[in-house]
Each structure stands twice: as C-alpha cells, then as structure tokens.
C-alpha cells in the first residue's frame, strides 16, 4: 500500500500509517540525555519550550525524534487558540503554497496532504488551491494528538532568571493564579511573529481616541464598521485582509492607503524558498546576511492573488498608492487624514503596520534582554547600506542561541533560544514562518541536542568506560548480553 491508499479512507487509517512509520524510524530508540537534578532533587527539565504553536508543536515533535523526551510545553492561550490562526489573521486560507511541509519532519503520513486527502480524497488536494486556514489549525491539533505532545495552555512565561549551570523561568497558570518556578537546562522561545517586539502604530494614530482605530492584531468589531468610511493604512497581506473583511461586513467605503507609489506584487519569498537559502543562509558572513535582509525586509512581502481579489471584487473599495498618512486628527466622529495627495475622512481606521523589533519592549525578557547583542553591537554595514530597524534585531549564534553585548556579561544566555520572528536578521526565514520550518526546526533542534551531549561529555566517558555488556555469552556462562536491537536508555 503506498501513501495515497490512505487517501479518502479516514483519519483513523492513516493514523495506523503513522504510528507504522514513526516505529520505522524509530531508531535508536533509547532515552540518552543525562537526568540532571536540582540540590533538593527535583528534575531539571531539559527544554521547557514556550510557545505551542506550529513551531513549538514542530519543536516537540524534532526532539521527540531525537529521543529528548524530557521537555514540557507552555502556552498561554486556550487550546485551539494558539497563535494567530483563530483571533487576528482574517484570511480564508494560507498564503504559503499547498506543497509547503515542515511539522511533518519529512514523514509523508504526517503531512498536511496525507491529512487532507485522508479525509476528502487525492483528487480534492489535487483541485485545492490553498489550504483552509481552519484546516491548518485542525491539522496541528491532530498532530499533537498523533505525537502525543501535551501542550499546556493557559500557562505564561513570565520571567527568565539564571540559576548557574541552568536557568529558572517563572511560570503563571492563568486560570489558578499560580506560580511555577521550572528549572531547565535550555528554554526557548517559539512565541510568535510579533513577540520579540511590539506590533507598531504611528504616534499621530496612537494619539487618538481608541474608538477610531485598531491595529490589524486587534480584535475588531467588524459587524460595527456595517455603513462606515474605513481607512486602512499599509501594504501587506494583514491590511488587505482586514479591508476585506470590512467590506464583507458591509463598510460603506474601504480606502488602502499605502505609502509607495506602486503595490508591491513581486514576491521576494517566493525566490528565497529553496534549500540553499533556508538551510545555510545563517552561516554566510555578516556581511551578506546583512546585504539581503536590509534588501528583502526593506520590500514589504507581497501577498497572493486571492487577497487582492477579495477587495478588488467591492466597487466600493479604493487603492491610494503614494498615500502615507501625515497627520490625522478628529473631526466630530470622523478622523480627517492628510495624505501627500490630499485629504480624505473616515470614521474608522485600521493600522496594518507591522511591528518594531525591540526585545527590551518584553516583560518576560524583563532581565534577559539588556545583555543580548544586537546586530548593531556586532555589525557596521557599509556606506548605503545602513539601517536602524536592522540593528536592532538580535544578533544570535548557529543554532538559534542569544548572545552577549559584553563577553562574560551573561554567559547564560546561551542556554535560551530565540525562535521567534527575531531570528530572521540572523537566519533569514526561520521562526515564525511556515515556509521555513523544514529546514529552521531540526536545525533548531540539532543544536539543543549537540549542546545536551557536550555538557555531559564527561558523564558519558564514564558511561561508555563502565560498558560492559557483551556481544554474546560462551556456553554456560552466566550473566547478560547485549540485546540483538540496540537501545540506551538512561532515563
Ligand atoms: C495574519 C498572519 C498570517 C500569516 N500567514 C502565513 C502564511 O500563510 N505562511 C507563512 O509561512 N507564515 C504566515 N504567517 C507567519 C507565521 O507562520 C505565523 O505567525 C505563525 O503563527 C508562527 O508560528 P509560531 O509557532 O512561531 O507562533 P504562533 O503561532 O504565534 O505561536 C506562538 C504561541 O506562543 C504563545 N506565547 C506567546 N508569548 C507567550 C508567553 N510569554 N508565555 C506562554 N506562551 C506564550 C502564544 O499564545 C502563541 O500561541 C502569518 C502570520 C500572521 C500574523
């Protein structure tokens, strides 16, 4: 039977393939990380991973792989609500393309399409044209059941604290108002697209009464907006959407004001998506790494033709190009806006300006992030290639680690991972991106499992000097050998 025979024979078919699949790559099957414990005796965790969206769901599934079984994940959302999929992204489907994998780690059962066709049928994948954005969060809550990952909801990182040689994070249990202190030896961050910042708002729009305007993030309103002037301003995919869903909620008139004279259409992602870039980009030298993300994050990302076609079929939807706003300021229960090409009015307005890179805007890297380099504390880019936003992203190490401004400032950095939109001066599409996952995350993994191996070098020389299990026993002789099937398991 090949993969497709699971096609239109139901979740629970293919669910037998993937347990038949994972037990074939199962080897070597044995626990291997060395059980570390506190001074009263507690388990020392060996990941705690904040964050059970797709990267964190995909973090636990690679580790699981590579036998580190010792990690818990928290998420400070109710299950099902994990990032922006159910709340703020006001799509109908993905942006990426279809054939995009990644959570799957490569095994074809565990994919979006083994999935898809499961439960519809080959000929429905062949025919779909994206994948359902509703689909994709169904799709991530059956692969946390397949794995058997437990995410914890309903649980914030509040705090990051060392505690030589492993680090403490302060934990609230959003429903009890408790607290946990869990001490782990690497702890990392897969909390979102927005969350080594701030989603960002003009000042002059900021300044107004709140009953004028949301941030495309916000949760909207929308039934209220039914007969109302919207002004929406930015460029990207968010601001088209939540256009869009205005003019379905039956908004008298939806303007896109957006700064740039032409919209941008070419999608600089779409080159970037092959193995080269998204699997090596992070070892080029400074240099380069800077030349191309001070190019494509200077590009706003172009978004696919669906969305443009879900506000240009409203004839009382407008395009300003050449339209950034100068000033706004209210006008009884309108806000006038200036634009470089004159003025217009709205009653409500929507930001969709993305967001400000600032680690030191988080309170749960409250202590953490004063000590993180920079890409400014690391790198001077050349005459014509300068540019703050860039500089203020965090500067990490090989495998996703926060480094020191000050060598010897806080050596323990190191033990936290920053897998977030953060990543991206340093690794190119990386955290936050499904496109990337294929590649971001064992990587992202293989580096915690190299770090877990080497600090117990020690520990594992005495274990393999003590090994003294033999291949088989003569006749009568008395004892244990080693069995035919490999396996270490040391707890
Ligand atoms: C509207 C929108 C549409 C997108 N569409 C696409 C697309 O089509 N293709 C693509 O490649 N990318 C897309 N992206 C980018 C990216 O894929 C998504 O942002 C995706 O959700 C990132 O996954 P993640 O697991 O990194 O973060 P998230 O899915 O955001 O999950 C992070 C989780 O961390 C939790 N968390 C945050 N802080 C804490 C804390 N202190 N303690 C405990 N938990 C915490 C949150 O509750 C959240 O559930 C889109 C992004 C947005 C915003």
Not at 45 to 72: E, M, S
Not at 270 to 281: D, E, I, K, N
Not at 376 to 388: F, I, K, L, T, V
Request: net charge negative; proline share 6%.
């Amino acid at each position: 039977m090949t993969i497709t025979d699971t096609a239109g024979l139901g979740l629970q078919v293919l669910e037998q393939r993937v347990a038949e699949d994972l037990a074939k790559v199962s080897y070597p099957a044995g626990r291997w990380v060395t059980p570390h414990h506190t001074p009263d005796g507690g388990r020392v965790l060996d990941v705690l991973i904040v964050g059970g969206g797709q990267g964190g769901t995909a973090l636990a599934h690679a580790l699981t792989r590579q036998r580190v079984v010792n990690f818990r994940v928290v998420d400070q959302s109710q299950a099902g609500l994990e990032g922006p999929w159910n709340t703020y992204a006001r799509m109908a489907t993905l942006r990426s393309p279809k054939a995009v994998t990644g959570p799957d780690l490569d095994i074809p059962s565990l994919t979006i399409q083994a999935w898809f066709e499961a439960q519809h049928s080959a000929s429905a994948w062949e025919s779909l044209n994206k994948i359902d954005k509703v689909d994709w969060v169904a799709y991530l809550l059956w692969l946390r059941r397949v794995l058997g990952l437990t995410i914890e909801n309903g649980k914030r990182l509040e705090r990051i604290e060392p505690a030589d040689p492993y680090l403490v994070a302060t934990v609230r249990d959003l429903a009890s108002d408790t607290v946990e202190r869990i001490t782990a030896r690497k702890i990392v961050l897969a909390t979102g697209i927005e969350s080594s910042g701030r989603w960002w708002t003009p000042p002059m729009v900021e300044a107004l009464d709140k009953r004028f305007w949301a941030h495309t993030c916000e949760d909207i309103d929308f039934t209220a907006l039914t007969g109302k002037r919207v002004a929406v301003l930015g460029a990207g995919a968010s601001a088209f959407d939540n256009a869009a869903t205005a003019l379905e909620a039956g908004a008298a008139s939806v303007a896109i004001c957006v700064r740039r004279p032409d919209l941008q259409r070419v999608q600089p992602f779409r080159w970037l998506s092959f193995p080269g870039f998204l699997g090596h980009f992070h070892s080029l030298d400074d240099a380069w790494r800077w030349r191309f993300m001070n190019y494509l994050l200077s590009l706003r990302e172009a978004f696919p033709r669906e969305t443009w076609q879900r506000v240009a079929r409203h004839a009382t939807f407008e395009l300003r190009t050449g339209a950034g706003w100068d000033a706004c300021a209210p006008m009884g229960d309108a806000v006038r806006i200036s634009t470089p090409g004159g003025e217009m009015e709205a009653d409500y307005l929507i930001v969709g300006t993305g967001f400000d890179m600032d680690l030191g805007l988080r309170p749960e890297l409250d202590g953490v992030s004063q000590y993180v380099a920079s890409w400014a504390d690391r790198y001077a880019p050349p005459p014509g290639e300068e540019n703050q936003r860039l500089g203020r992203y965090p500067y990490l190490g090989q495998h996703y680690e926060l480094l020191e401004r000050d060598p010897g400032s806080a050596p323990w950095l190191r033990h936290i991972r920053l897998f977030t939109f953060g990543a991206t001066m340093s690794f190119g599409p990386s955290g936050a991106s499904i496109n990337a996952m294929k590649f971001a995350v064992p990587h992202l993994a293989a580096g915690i499992v190299r770090d877990l191996f080497h600090e117990d070098i020690e520990d594992h020389w005495q274990n393999l000097t003590a090994f003294q299990l033999p291949e088989f026993l003569f006749d009568g002789e008395e004892g244990e050998a080693a069995p035919a099937i490999p396996v270490i398991d040391r707890g």
